[in-house]
């Protein structure tokens, strides 16, 4: 099983801390009048915010520690690390469609969806790619299991809260009054997705490593006290 770099997991952990950062710097730059609870993210980074490059590159650092983060998860699969990639791309594209001080931006609008789609989809990818048998590649274990974050329970669990938490956002936006707080709790969720899935292959791989010279590997079929007495 190929390793995790350490920048991985820096990357990956600095996404919360920016995003976090982001919006507390930022929002306490704005006038009183902007409440984090019912205002949006993306208000701090648009027309009219005060001093909109602290969430516009905060924004930026995001999308390259997702980028950063597919690149280096060769465990998550192919189509996973695409849509994170995609993700990241579309965080980063945000600054370049910034919502209007008025009304809204139809070209904002599907950066935003794009990058929501991509983010809360890419969990269910890496589960669909695994099929009954592991490749070892992928295999933390004898019996061929994948990492845990990496399991089809787990995975499709997890892209069903993301979708879950994206859905209230989308209906506060409509008619709530928690439009902030409901986006915050969506973002934050996932940028910590990526954070527990590196360091769940990161302990796959550790567990690998430490393995017995001996032990049999996930790719290789046991082999029967028959057929050892035979060879023998």
Not at 154 to 177: D, H, I, K, P, Y
Request: aromatic share 6%; charged share 15%; hydrophobic share 50%.
């Amino acid at each position: 099983m190929r390793a995790v770099p350490s920048w991985a997991v820096a990357t990956a952990a600095a996404a919360p801390a920016l995003l976090v950062a982001g919006w507390t710097v930022a929002g306490a730059r704005q006038p009183p009048g902007y409440d984090p609870v019912r205002d949006t993210i993306s208000e701090l980074a648009g027309e009219g915010a005060t001093d909109p490059w602290l969430m516009g590159g905060a924004l930026v650092l995001l999308g390259c520690c997702y980028c950063a983060t597919a690149a280096a998860l060769h465990a998550a699969g192919l189509p996973s690390r695409f849509l994170l990639a995609v993700g990241g791309v579309a965080t980063v594209a945000l600054i370049a469609f910034p919502r209007p001080q008025v009304g809204g931006s139809p070209a904002h609008g599907v950066v935003a969806t794009v990058a929501v789609l991509a983010l809360s989809l890419w969990p269910a990818g890496t589960a669909l790619r695994l099929p009954r048998s592991v490749p070892r590649e992928v295999a933390a274990s004898p019996a061929g299991r994948p990492p845990w974050a990496f399991r089809r329970p787990v995975a499709l669990a997890v892209t069903a809260v993301l979708l879950a938490l994206f859905g209230w956002s989308a209906a506060e936006v409509t008619g709530g009054s928690r439009t902030g707080l409901a986006e915050r709790v969506a973002a934050l969720a996932v940028t910590l997705w990526p954070l527990a899935a590196v360091l769940s292959a990161r302990r796959a791989h550790r567990h690998w490593t430490a393995r017995p010279p001996d032990a049999p590997r996930p790719d290789t079929p046991p082999v029967s006290p028959g057929r050892r007495e035979a060879g023998a």
